[in-house]
Nanobody
């Protein structure tokens, strides 16, 4: 019922910046809790940041102060501004959507590659 498409990944030098976008289909984007996850080769997928329908945010310790998650409900798009990027940030970044209801399903995008390398 919900389709998510990430974009904005690429190659950047350490200390550089990127902005990721996640465009959503459907008619109830504003009701979903949204999140960014990332997964590096050989590692488990990890939660990076979340944002509620009302705009409350939470961040993983590893990105606190460097990444900023946001959403534009009118455009049905979630963003993540990534500054001061480090090689350890290299991963495929995925967006996720979930309605905050009992037994609500998770919806995932296909991911966008972020590579931080000099």
């Amino acid at each position: 019922q919900v389709q998510l498409v990430e974009s904005g990944g690429g190659l950047v030098q350490p200390g550089g910046s990127l902005r990721l976008s996640c465009a959503a289909s459907g008619n109830i984007f504003s009701l979903y809790v949204m999140a960014w996850y990332r997964q590096a080769p050989g590692k488990q997928r990890e939660l990076v940041a979340t944002i509620t329908p009302g705009g409350s945010t939470n961040y993983a310790d590893a990105v606190q102060g460097r990444f900023t998650i946001s959403r534009d409900n009118a455009r049905k798009t979630m963003y993540m501004q990534m500054n001061s990027l480090k090689p350890d940030d290299t991963a495929v970044y995925y967006c996720k959507a979930r309605r905050p209801i009992i037994s609500g399903p998770d919806y995932w995008g296909q991911g966008t590659q972020v590579t931080v390398s000099s």
